[in-house]
């Protein structure tokens, strides 16, 4: 199978996920959405154990993690403006519940930059880091 | 600004082969081999020697560090 073989078949079975994901939540079905998540991952295991080459190399790794940590820097810096906005917007004009959401989505904020220190001193102890 | 360059494409050329076997022998994709090639990416010390191996040549004979 080539890669490009390969990104099609993947494609499609996202493809596929999404459809049936979608067609659940309009039907209302819950198990027919996880059944089609575990399916769809599935498939793109068995497809990957058929593509005998590399798909992820050094380069990658190193492009995903700039990625990576630009998506955290950017999210996090987001999900805490707005929340700071919901929750003075709320207090200001009594509104309990837009209150609760600003302090609903901090708190999601502090959940990701407390998941990024754990892992962030996780790989900096795999990867040989110290606190000298 | 100092740059890494590299002789890999006349190397790799001289021995007649794709960037595609190339990749295969040093364990990366393609995308990588041609990031290599161009500077746009330094490989690690891991992959460097991977490289030296294939050509049977010292790091120092195929990268070059240009100031």
């Not at chain 1, 590399?54 to 929340?83: K, P, Q, Y």
């Not at chain 1, 901090?106 to 996780?122: E, G, P, Q, R």
């Amino acid at each position: 199978m080539t890669l490009k073989g390969f990104s099609i078949i993947r494609l499609a079975i996202v493809l596929l996920i999404g459809i049936t994901t979608a067609v659940a939540f309009v039907i209302g079905n819950l198990f027919l959405a996880i059944a089609g998540l575990l399916i769809g991952a599935l498939f793109v295991f068995l497809v990957r154990q058929q593509y005998k080459h590399v798909i992820i190399d050094e380069r990658v790794l190193n492009v995903s993690g700039h990625a990576a940590r630009l998506t955290h820097l950017s999210s996090t810096l987001l999900l805490g403006i707005v929340a700071l906005f919901l929750i003075f917007s709320g207090q200001q004009n009594d509104e309990f519940y837009v209150e609760s959401l600003g302090v609903v989505i901090s708190y999601v904020a502090l959940f990701n930059i407390t998941l990024y220190a754990i892992f962030f001193h996780y790989f900096n102890k795999k990867y040989g880091g110290t606190r000298e | 600004m100092a740059a890494l360059e590299n002789s890999i494409r006349e190397l790799r050329k001289q021995r007649g082969l794709t960037q595609e076997e190339f990749a295969v022998k040093i364990g990366v994709t393609r995308q990588t081999v041609i990031a290599i090639e161009k500077g746009g990416y330094v490989p690690s010390l891991e992959l460097a020697y991977k490289i030296a191996r294939v050509f049977n040549k010292h790091i120092e004979k195929i990268f070059t560090f240009a100031e």
